[in-house]
């Protein structure tokens, strides 16, 4: 067996214009003080990263590296699940996802999508430069509208759909692959890679790329009702990377999955702070440790109620009182012998041959 590396912290929902969260060197103390051993970057945001730089400058990359381990930290990947959205956008969607481009491509559906698969190229560079394993990114949705088969989907819809994905994707992930880099699909409502049998859809579009795998978050499956635990004993070989996040499902009279439209703090389902909701956390670490998993555990923090700085610290111990301290020896390992083929044979009643 492998040990999960962590606790780490993917940094986009912490970032701001005020200190600590401002810098890169503001934020990497922070997230140290609180016991951090890794942080996971969100590309797009200036304030902490340059995408293009680490895409082309190898002293950029390693000016990066140095900051994170003046205060113990590594970085664990690279997200792009701004970008990534981006790179298949229902046009229902077009006005709303505008604001995660630059302004001068709002109103310009096509060319966004242009400057979102060129974004991925950068991050699969970058990635290679920081000698990064794994790369976190949204499938981004055409068929999200559709989910709910009501009218009823014209035939070969879905199909198109993901015929579709696949094509834009092919090429990223093979451009990934010359980096060494596996690209690891957040599975998320809103978009069509959301569940095992959409990930499956998926596989079959980019021939079974093997740089096509998953970022297991299990508060989306929770959200699903989808069976989280039975997913890893399933999709293990395809899980490369670790999303630590908590939720809540507490159905009612009046609603369920879907949570009738109600803000976060009122719906059925809702994502908690780590120990706050009913995800089995030491289900899934004990999971992921028997198939092998020996990547970060990293901690995105979404909470409907706690303020995210309570959230992180609480999160850093959480995660560190569930990675799991792999074993070197059987348990019963006292009571056994040495191994003796001869010995086995006659206890078998085989003779001593």
Wanted: proline residues 5%.
């Amino acid at each position: 067996m492998k040990m999960i590396k962590g606790p780490a912290l993917f940094l986009a929902q912490f970032a701001s214009d005020e200190a600590p969260f401002n810098t890169l060197e503001n934020i990497a103390k922070w997230a140290g003080s609180l016991g951090f051993k890794g942080v996971q970057m969100p590309s797009w945001d200036k304030r902490l990263f340059d995408l293009e730089r680490a895409a082309t400058d190898l002293d950029y990359c390693k000016e990066v590296t140095e900051t994170l381990a003046k205060y113990g930290l590594e970085l664990t990947e690279l997200s792009t699940h701004l970008q990534g959205q981006l790179v298949a956008v229902h046009p229902v969607y077009d006005e709303m996802f505008d604001i995660f481009a630059p302004e001068e491509l709002h109103g310009k559906p096509q060319e966004r999508q242009k400057w979102a698969v060129e974004q991925l190229y950068l991050a699969a560079k970058a990635s290679k430069n920081f000698g990064l394993k794994a790369h976190a990114t949204f499938s981004g949705a055409l068929l999200w509208p559709f989910i709910y088969p009501w009218p009823q989907r014209p035939q070969g819809l879905v199909e198109t759909g993901f015929a579709e994905l696949g094509r834009i994707w092919k090429p990223i992930l093979d451009a990934f692959d010359e980096a060494g880099v596996d690209v690891c699909y957040e599975l998320h409502p809103g978009e069509d890679l959301h569940d095992g049998v959409t990930f499956e859809r998926f596989l079959k579009e980019v021939d079974n790329h093997p740089r096509a795998n998953i970022l297991y978050d299990p508060s989306h499956f929770m959200l699903q009702q989808l069976d989280y635990l039975a997913f890893i004993d399933r999709y293990h070989d395809r899980i490369k990377m670790f999303h630590v996040k908590d939720a809540e499902f507490n159905p009612t009279a009046q609603q369920g999955v879907y949570g009738g439209y109600e803000g976060w703090v009122e719906r059925a389902g809702r994502f908690r702070s780590l120990g706050d909701g009913q995800v089995d956390f030491k289900g899934i670490f004990s999971k992921l440790t028997q198939h092998n998993y020996d990547g970060w555990a990293v901690i995105e923090w979404e909470c409907c109620m706690k303020h995210p700085e309570a959230g992180a610290e609480e999160g850093s111990r959480f995660v560190s009182e569930h990675i799991i301290r792999i074993t070197d020896k059987a348990f019963d390992d006292f009571a056994g012998g040495e191994a003796d083929e001869a010995s086995n044979r006659r206890i078998l009643g085989l003779g001593g041959k």
